[in-house]
């Protein structure tokens, strides 16, 4: 049987090899598997991390995925939507702040009133956010949801930053029963082929194509795991974004319960690694998850292979009330706080914050050749 130090070594891995990474407790071997991922990072995609403010626009949501804390059928949650002006001016102290780019998230809403609106948005961002230091504006990613194609064409339109333009849409899971367990809902209103469907189209409308999974969801395998990155491979992303799965109050998954944390912990950082190692070229998101269950968790995600940070810049005020999960960090931290303690704290991973740059995956770099 091969070694931890021979599988990793490797540059192509049977699902065999990703099983035994990703059933890695042995301390030893974590750092063997460690210290191999952040160096593939080091050599594929260099030691920059990148930047994406995080603006949490709106929480009102149509949909009711089952493990969510703002699902739609939770009336506890007081629900917010911020006005254009609100929400630009988070964009634009991004700017100020040398943020290469941001990423606007909300509940997930088809109306013409909301698209509408998300366009007016992007337009405006886009128009006062090009700069010397960002002669492109800055670099937007999308995280609102399954829509049309149409739409997803008028919002890369309206963004006006066509090498810029991220599509964020996690599939969550790739085994079909545990992703209709998760999304049980009346009308079952969404599904895993439609959800691959919506990648295709976002690929189609010229996006860099982001998406993701949960860890740790009750009844997955390391075999369903293994299965996820086989199908990161499949839809060819540019952008992974994935994090532990975390039980919250407002969902009504609270009865399964969850993994224990610190098998949690090490579970979704031997699948970022093992990530890393099989598709070397993309961009990994360190998930704010990973804090929620241990002080320096998303630090902890850039050492097993990530390059890519969503610092939360939603105002204060709204925040709280966008908790997908339970004990959800950097509730109370104003975005300046949380600028100067993630610029620190980076650092002491041996990676540089790369200012004022787009922070493109390299994969999506190679395949569209921009
Ligand atoms: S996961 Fe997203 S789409 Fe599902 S209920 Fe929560 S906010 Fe809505």
């Not at 509730?331 to 949380?338: V, W, Y």
Request: neutral net charge; aromatic residues 8%.
């Amino acid at each position: 049987m091969k070694s931890i130090t021979e599988i990793v070594k490797q540059t192509e891995f049977s699902d065999e090899d990703i099983v035994r990474l990703l059933a890695i407790t042995d301390p030893t071997e974590a750092e063997i598997l460690r210290q191999a991922a952040y160096d593939r990072a080091t050599h594929t995609v260099g030691n920059n991390v990148y930047y994406r403010g995080l603006i949490e626009f709106s929480n009102i949501c149509t949909l009711d995925c089952r493990y969510c804390g703002i699902r739609k059928s939770n009336h506890a949650v007081p629900r917010y939507e911020l006005d254009k002006e609100t929400i630009v001016n988070a964009a634009l102290w991004a700017a100020t702040n040398h943020y290469g780019s941001i990423c606007l998230q909300s509940g997930e809403r088809r109306d013409p009133k909301f698209i509408a609106f998300v366009t007016d948005v992007l337009k405006t961002i886009h128009e006062k956010t090009v700069s010397p230091e960002l002669p492109n504006g800055l670099g937007i990613t999308l995280s609102l949801g399954e829509q049309s194609f149409e739409v997803y064409k008028q919002w890369a339109q309206a963004s006006g930053n066509p090498i810029g333009l991220r599509y964020l849409l996690r599939f969550e899971t790739s085994n079909p029963k545990l992703f209709d367990h998760l999304h049980h809902a009346p009308g079952r209103e969404k599904a895993l082929q439609r959800r691959y469907q919506a990648l295709a189209d976002l690929r189609r409308a010229g996006y860099q194509v982001g998406s993701g999974v949960m860890i740790g969801i009750p009844g997955q395998t390391l075999q369903d795991l293994c299965q996820d990155i086989r199908t990161f491979q499949k839809l060819d992303l540019d952008m992974i974004g994935m994090g532990p799965y975390i039980t919250s109050e407002g969902g009504d998954m609270l009865g399964e319960g969850m993994m224990e944390e610190k098998a949690l912990m090490r579970l979704s950082l031997n699948m970022i690694a093992t990530t890393r190692l099989v598709i070397p070229d993309i961009n990994i998101a360190a998930a704010t998850a990973l804090h929620a269950l241990e002080e320096n968790g998303r630090e902890k995600g850039i050492l097993h292979g990530c390059n890519v940070i969503m610092p939360n810049i939603t105002p204060r005020i709204v925040r709280k009330n966008y908790q997908l999960y339970a004990n959800k960090p950097f509730i109370e931290q104003e975005p300046s706080d949380t600028n100067l303690y993630l610029q620190q704290s980076i650092q002491k991973t041996g990676r540089t914050v790369a200012l004022n740059v787009l922070g493109s995956s390299k994969h999506w770099k190679l395949r569209t050749g921009l």
